[in-house]
């Protein structure tokens, strides 16, 4: 059975560095894509980047190229999203969710990780 | 990079059949069949129940249904139950990244 459980809530002051993480378990992480999904509090889903495992190739949309990093670690079967400088309006859940290379639908869904940036 | 358009509500009574629409550009919905919906429960994370258009997974009710054309994607709910009170969202591909549509809360009356 395929999981993916993210990392815990965090608290964090801007200007301070975060990391998340995403660990999936059940499958190939190589043979899969790992995507990350901001939900600002009320609002829609909105599409980060992607990384696959197999070669580590990460993709950006626009609006967050530059803004984060995303990265992962396929010996622990782990995907990461950082942020050097966080700014309150990183404030947000962070979903991570899976797809086997090849498909185009995500199926398998973190639990999501809080991030609240507050001084 | 803009967001596929959704009506922002659609409510309908118990048994009835509400859609909900999706629109894009030919980029995206209009270039691959790769749409996909996804249904949200307050606090909970999206869940895929339509996929390839009009693709159902496993376990997912057969009183969802996806179809396209050309540009605009559809989710049609038939018999509409309590607990399909939910935020929807349309995802198509996009040339190598995805996007998704603003997303449509359902209400049943």
């Known amino acids: 059975e395929v999981q993916v459980v993210q990392s815990g809530a965090e608290v964090k002051n801007p200007g301070e560095f975060l990391k998340i993480s995403c660990q999936g378990s059940g499958y190939n992480f190589a043979d899969y894509w790992v995507g990350w999904v901001r939900q600002m509090p009320g609002k829609g889903l909105e599409w980060m980047g992607l990384?696959?495992?197999?070669?580590?190739?990460?993709r950006y949309s626009p609006s967050f190229q530059g803004q984060v990093t995303i990265s992962g670690d396929k010996s622990i079967n782990t995907a990461y999203l950082q942020w050097s400088s966080l700014e309150a309006s990183d404030t947000a859940m962070y979903y991570c969710a899976t797809t086997r290379d090849g498909n185009t639908h995500w199926d398998n869904w973190g639990q999501g990780t809080l991030v609240t940036v507050s001084p | 990079q803009s967001a596929l358009t959704q009506p922002a509500s659609v409510s309908g009574s118990p048994g009835q059949s509400i859609t909900i629409s999706c629109t894009g550009t030919g980029s995206d919905i209009g270039a691959y069949n790769y749409v996909s919906w996804y249904q949200q429960h307050p606090g909970k994370a999206p869940k895929v129940i339509i996929y390839?258009?009009?693709s159902r997974p496993s376990g997912v009710s057969n009183r969802f249904s996806g179809s396209k054309s050309g540009s605009t994607a559809s989710l049609t709910i038939s018999g509409l139950q309590a607990e399909d009170e939910a935020d929807y969202y349309c995802?198509?591909?996009?040339?190598?990244?995805?996007?998704f549509g603003t997303g449509t809360t359902v209400t049943v009356l």
């Open positions: 390839g258009v009009s």
């Open positions: 995802n198509s591909y996009r040339g190598g990244l995805y996007v």
């Open positions: 990384f696959y495992g197999a070669n580590s190739e990460t």
